[in-house]
């Protein structure tokens, strides 16, 4: 059984089109996470929802939305993509841990290629 | 804001050899520490994390690490390395306010030769 499943694991698309990539977690977990890894490896937080709420909102450009319909879900939905956003978009989970800590549970990626 | 540097970009070594990849943190406060390793292909998987206690922990595959609070390290280890320990190893950290936003290093990529 997967724990944190992402779809599709690979999208290729033009500049300037718009996409969606799906994330769900079967952990029981309240709080879901985008990352962002670039070519040089670096990863860096962009999104953490909490029981469907925003609680962490890093730099990032507009036409980057999350949606939480529910705890198990995240999606994030790019616009107007550019060649900069090629990348490899992790989503994660954990329970929320507000000062003690908790481990986070990563899925296998969605690697974005913008032509 | 916290950061963290991971001094090693690349380490190639032979099978057996002894593994140590730094890890510095930069923040004023108390934090949770974590190593993770992405092996080629994969999503990150948890090794080990410190949260109080022992400042030496064990994780998995025969890694440990060690908390040294007043140099702001949590350095990785391993006594005797395998081919299969090729992989990317990310140390990150989370301050304790913020148990959250985890902050990631650049991360190290370890080429085990047979």
């Known amino acids: 059984d997967t724990a944190v499943s992402q779809t599709p694991k690979y999208l290729v698309t033009q500049m300037g089109n718009d996409k969606s990539i799906k994330c769900e977690q079967n952990l029981g977990h309240d709080t879901m996470y985008w990352y962002k890894q670039d070519s040089k490896k670096f990863l860096k937080i962009m999104f953490s929802?909490?029981?469907?709420?925003?609680?962490i909102n890093e730099t990032v450009p507009n036409r980057f939305s999350p949606k939480s319909p529910d705890k198990a879900h995240l999606n994030l939905h790019i616009n107007s993509l550019e060649l900069g956003d090629s990348a490899v978009y992790f989503c994660?989970?954990?329970?929320?841990?507000?000062?003690?800590?908790?481990?986070?549970?990563f899925g296998p990626g969605t690697r974005l290629t913008v032509l | 804001a916290q950061s963290v540097s991971q001094h090693n970009h690349h380490v190639i070594l032979s099978e057996a050899a002894s593994l140590e990849l730094g890890c510095n943190y930069s923040y004023g406060g108390t934090v949770n520490l974590f190593w993770y390793v992405q092996y080629p292909g994969q999503h990150l998987q948890l090794l080990l994390k410190y949260f109080s206690g022992d400042p030496l922990v064990k994780g998995i595959k025969g890694f440990e690490a060690e908390f040294i609070k007043s140099k702001f390290s949590f350095n990785l280890r391993k006594p005797s390395v395998q081919w299969s320990d090729t992989a990317e190893y990310f140390c990150?950290?989370?301050?304790?306010?913020?148990?959250?936003?985890?902050?990631f290093g650049g991360g190290t990529r370890v080429l085990v030769k047979p």
């Open positions: 929802y909490n029981n469907k709420e925003l609680i």
């Open positions: 990150a950290v989370t301050p304790k306010a913020a148990g959250n936003k985890l902050t």
């Open positions: 994660a989970s954990s329970r929320f841990s507000g000062s003690t800590g908790n481990e986070q549970f």
